[in-house]
């Protein structure tokens, strides 16, 4: 019934666009979606889209400003900490990139963030659907390609400069942010300078009363109002250089960033108090160093990237206190050192294909020097690929093929001895490799000026990391003690989808089914067991023991997003997610699926009015369906126990409006805009909220924000 809706619905899109031939721009260039040609997004067969604005997003976190479009959605904890899930993946199966280069992001935690802040970005793209071919594993379920501006060109002896400074302020949780931008070059030389800071006090949720000690069962969340331990504070600032001349290109830069953030738990029955779950300290420093040589009809790419990471984190302690409890079993501190590198040939027309061969590794290293959940390991892998593309008249073609391997050795002795003690591996279990061939097969076919089809075949792998492998100790953000697996064997994928698409000046409209079936999928299971919070040890009570564990999977959908104008100046935008994920192993649901969904927003123009202009008018409403969790061995399930918790949720609609405008301001135009955020102060539990167990989502927030170029 709901696959029928769906269809009728988006036949009916088409044809009023076919009608209707008015609204936004969307010949947006896609540099993540092809190494040899710059397409536009609506002619490549793999569905992408981006975010060009991150100021007008008004998150620090990465799931939620990306959550807008279909078929990708928001694992989140707090306001800050947000991740994205696209087509039912999330974590180490969405590759998250740099500027084309791969981050250490600290994705293998339900609750961990990606080290990267959006705020510096100019342009954040998103590829929905398995990329392992240029991108290799960790890309099944999709791509973020989080890329920064290109550096300035200057006629010679010339200079030139520019800059934004933007601020941001929420009214629910005091949150501020402030962000410097700047370029300049010099001749072929730029220079981009950029920085940030975002803080904020706890959140408040919507309204409603909260469960006490006493209380019979019911719908009464454990936590409402103020909710104490979601506080946090982002810093980062990056500075590159770049030269650009007409057969050369290079850059050098270096991007340092910092979170500081807590994370609410409750203690055991029968009190079930607020206390905080643990307290995080995540620093991050990345350098990339690129450089392009055109040698006449080839051309020759090469990447180094070098990333030095260090999370610490204190169990039931807040960050503003953690190194009091500095040298305890309740502290972790784990460095990490990872170095990547590219190098590709492109080459010219042969025949109808003109393509890329590359070559890329890394090497990870990572050391616990303090704690107990996971131990000093190293990890490394090496690819090579082919991706051909034929342009034809009416077709789009697009094929590649790679080879990977993958090595995972934990240490032995020292702080990792603890694992071996534990029996999490030993010295026959302690190294796994993996390898497997990739392939994908993509094509758009243009059916006329207006409609195109395009469809994509791959065939990926995923190795398991680190975690996956061999963690074994208690994760006080999560407030459970997780275990690895060292006999775990690498996820493999076939996936397919098929876009049907349309565009005529300012209309657009896709639909797109998929289907992914995955041997071997990893997740994360609730044993049933309990484990004592101190010590680790097993336990009547205490916190529940979580294990990786290995199953088949389908994961299969439906994706539609509308955008058209009803009028001059009135624009209607539509979207709707309707997806399924199936443990066919064991005959039930997969965890962790999001809901259905739906969106529609509409777009007001009002014009200019003394010295503004550029008007605007939104208003939104997200509706999602209800939700219930797979099984009992669902993390977080167990809260579907407890008399105040719930880990299924109910349907709810989400409204926000907002206004934005353009002040002339002497010589300069001023960005303002002011959005209200769940406008009705909805009390309501997300699906993929990581607190719902046992508290709300975020009320209504007001957010003001100003960017003033110079």
Known sequence: MKYTVGIVMAGFSFLWAEAMQKSVNLDAITVSASPVIEHEAFDVPCQIDAVTDTKEASSASMGEILSEMAGVNNLSTGSQAGKPVIRGFSGERIKMLSNGSPTDSQTYGIRHIDNIDPLLAERIEVIRGAQGVLYGSDALGGVVNVITPDYLVADEGKTLFRGELSGEYHTNNNEKATVLKTQSAVGKWGVNVAASIREADNYHTGDSATWKSGDPAGDLPLFAGELPYTDFKNQSARVGVGYTDDDFKFALQHTYWQSKQNYLGHTPAPAFEAVSSAGQKLTNNETQLSATKNLGEWSVEAKVSMTKNQREAATNTPYQQMQTVRGTPLYLDIDTDRKDFHVALTHPMAGIFMGEVGLEGYVKDQDLKEGKLLPSAKEWGKAVYLFEEANLEKWILQAGLRYDTRSVKAALEGTSSYFVDQGIYDDATNSQEFASWGGSLGATYKIDETWA??????????????????????????????????????????????????????????????????????????????????????????????????????????????????????????????????????????????????????????????????????????????????????????????????????????????????????????????????????????????????????????????????
């Open 453 to 710: 089809l395009a469809t994509n075949l791959s065939k990926g792998f995923r190795a398991p990391g680190i975690f996956e492998l061999f963690a074994g100790g208690i994760h006080g953000g999560v407030q459970a003690f997780q275990i690895g697996n060292p006999y775990l064997e690498e996820e493999s994928t076939l996936g397919v989808d098929l876009s049907l698409r349309y565009k005529k000046e300012e209309t657009y409209s896709s639909l797109t089914f998929y289907r992914n079936t995955v041997d071997d999928y990893i997740y994360l299971a609730n044993t049933g067991l309990y484990r004592n919070p101190v010590t680790g040890e097993v336990a009547p009570t205490g916190i529940p023991e979580m294990k990786h564990e290995q199953t088949d999977a389908i994961i299969q959908g439906i994706e539609w997003s509308f955008e058209m104008p009803i009028s001059p100046v009135t624009t209607l935008r539509v979207s709707a997610e309707y997806i399924q994920g199936e443990d066919t192993k064991n005959d039930t649901r997969l965890a962790y699926i999001p809901p259905s969904n739906a969106s529609i927003g509409v777009t007001q123009k009002l014009g200019a009015f003394g010295i503004s202009s550029n008007n605007e008018l939104t208003l939104d409403m997200r509706v999602f369906e209800e939700q219930k969790v797979a099984g009992a061995f669902e993390p977080f399930a167990q809260y579907n126990n407890t008399p105040f918790g719930s880990a299924d949720t109910s349907g709810y609609a989400l409204f926000d409006i907002g206004y934005s405008t353009q002040l002339q301001m002497g010589k300069s135009k001023v960005d303002a805009h002011v959005k209200v955020s769940n406008l009705f102060d909805r009390a309501y539990r997300g699906y993929l909220d990581t607190y719902k167990g046992y508290a709300l989502g975020m009320g209504r927030d007001i957010s003001f924000g100003l960017s003033v170029p110079f």
